[in-house]
């Protein structure tokens, strides 16, 4: 079947503008969750969704990040106002439960001018 | 300080090599993932583990939880073995991954 996917692959913004980031994880899969690796940098945990359980969102590195997951399935990450520093690989993984192998999507490009 | 340390952080070896990639975390763990990124940036899962040795094809994976170490060893090491490899725990009471920093691995032919 189908892996995880994300949309778009890459994208270019101007500092300030908001972006929206989406991940289609595989069917079935319960568990979701948003990496982000900067340039240089290793892979930060941003935000975990487990079925119909509150998100843990202890890795958001500001409140210009939020993150929903719309019947259980795609999930969307928003980063509002981007600053340079935004600029990274988003990456998103599922699992068919909680503390399964990950299987992660080829990654959204973010580059703020 | 990163709580995951991979060592070495670049290994070159020539092709057929046995290679060694190391991981030590500092607190308790409740599982070890080792994953590879190859240089298109695609990342796939290779071992999970709790404890004791996985084994899949010519890797193998090992993790001592009392010394809080795990080893990422490839056999007849070939130049499409060639990626960053990367060693992440998940503690206890935890879902999240917490990541090293990674070892990029060249197999030279």
């Known amino acids: 079947g189908a892996g995880v996917s994300q949309s778009p692959s890459n994208k270019v913004t101007e500092k300030g503008k908001d972006v929206e980031l989406r991940c289609d994880p595989i069917?079935?899969?319960?568990?979701l969750y948003w990496y982000r690796q900067s340039l240089g940098q290793g892979l930060e945990f941003l935000i975990y969704?487990?079925?119909?359980?509150?998100?843990?969102k202890s890795g958001l590195p500001s409140d210009r990040f939020s993150a929903e997951r719309t019947g259980g399935s795609v999930s969307t990450l928003t980063i509002q106002r981007t600053q340079q520093e935004d600029s990274a690989v988003y990456l998103c993984?599922?699992?068919?439960?909680?503390?399964?192998?990950?299987?992660f999507g080829p990654g959204t490009r973010l580059l703020v001018l | 300080k990163n709580e995951v340390e991979q060592s070495p952080q670049n290994l070159t070896a020539q092709e057929g090599e046995f290679i060694t990639i190391n991981c030590s975390y500092s607190?308790?763990?409740?599982?070890l993932h080792w994953l590879q990124q190859h240089p298109g940036g695609g990342i796939v899962s290779l071992f999970m583990?709790?404890?004791g040795k996985k084994k899949h094809g010519r890797l193998i994976a090992t993790i001592n939880i009392q010394e809080k170490h795990s080893s990422l060893h490839i056999t007849a090491s070939h130049p499409r073995d060639s990626a960053v490899y990367i060693c992440?725990?998940?503690?206890?009471?935890?879902?999240?991954?917490?990541f090293g920093t990674g070892t990029r691995l060249t197999i030279i032919p």
């Open positions: 607190v308790g763990i409740s599982a």
């Open positions: 069917s079935g899969h319960t568990a």
């Open positions: 583990l709790s404890s």
């Open positions: 969704f487990q079925g119909n359980s509150a998100p843990d």
């Open positions: 993984a599922s699992s068919l439960m909680a503390r399964e192998t990950q299987y």
């Open positions: 992440a725990v998940r503690y206890f009471g935890n879902e999240k991954l917490t």
